[in-house]
C-alpha cells in the first residue's frame, strides 16, 4: 500500500468532521440518557420514538426513522418494546393498509411529560457558557450541514 505523497491531504479522524459530529452526537446523547435510563428505564432508541410522538400526530414506523434518521430496525425494536411497556399503540392507518400508525397512550403522554423538562434541563447544561449569539449560530451551522447531506444523499 502507498503513502499518500506529502503534498497531499492525510486523513487525520479527530479531525474529520463526520467523525466528530457523530462522537459529538454519541457522547450526548449517553449524557441525556443518563438522566431518563435510571428514572424510566429507556434507552435512547425508545426516548426519541416518546418524543417524536409527543411532539405531534401518529406516526408510521417509517415516519419515524425518517424524521430522526434512525435505522430502521432501531426503530423496530423501540416500538415493541414501547408497545409491550403499554406507553405507545398502534392502530390501523386509514390510507396505507400495509403499515400502522403508532401514537402515545396516555401512560406513554406521563412519561413524556415527565422526561421533557429533564431533557431540556440536560441540554440547558450541555450549553451553559454559550452566549444566545453562539447558541443561534451553531443552531443554524448544525441545520446548513443537516440539509447540505440531505441534498448530497438525494443527487446520488
Not at 46 to 67: F, Y
Not at 70 to 86: C, I, Y
Amino acid at each position: 500500500m502507498s503513502k499518500p505523497s506529502s503534498s497531499a491531504e492525510t486523513l487525520r479522524l479527530q479531525d474529520f468532521l463526520p467523525y466528530r459530529l457523530a462522537i459529538t452526537s454519541n457522547r450526548v446523547s449517553r449524557m441525556v440518557a443518563r438522566a431518563y435510563r435510571a428514572r424510566f428505564g429507556l434507552s435512547i432508541w425508545e426516548w426519541r420514538v416518546i418524543a417524536i410522538l409527543g411532539e405531534g400526530e401518529p406516526s408510521t414506523a417509517q415516519d419515524l426513522a425518517d424524521s430522526a434518521a434512525m435505522d430502521k430496525v432501531a426503530v423496530s425494536r423501540a416500538v415493541k418494546a414501547l408497545v409491550e411497556r403499554g406507553l405507545i399503540a398502534r392502530f390501523d392507518h386509514a390510507s396505507d393498509r400495509r403499515s400502522s400508525l403508532l401514537k402515545l397512550t396516555p401512560d406513554g403522554e406521563a412519561v413524556y411529560a415527565d422526561i421533557s423538562p429533564i431533557a431540556l434541563d440536560a441540554e440547558a447544561r450541555l450549553l451553559e457558557g454559550f452566549s444566545a449569539e453562539e447558541r443561534a449560530t451553531l443552531a443554524r451551522l448544525l441545520d446548513r450541514i443537516r440539509a447540505r447531506a440531505q441534498t448530497m444523499l438525494d443527487q446520488s
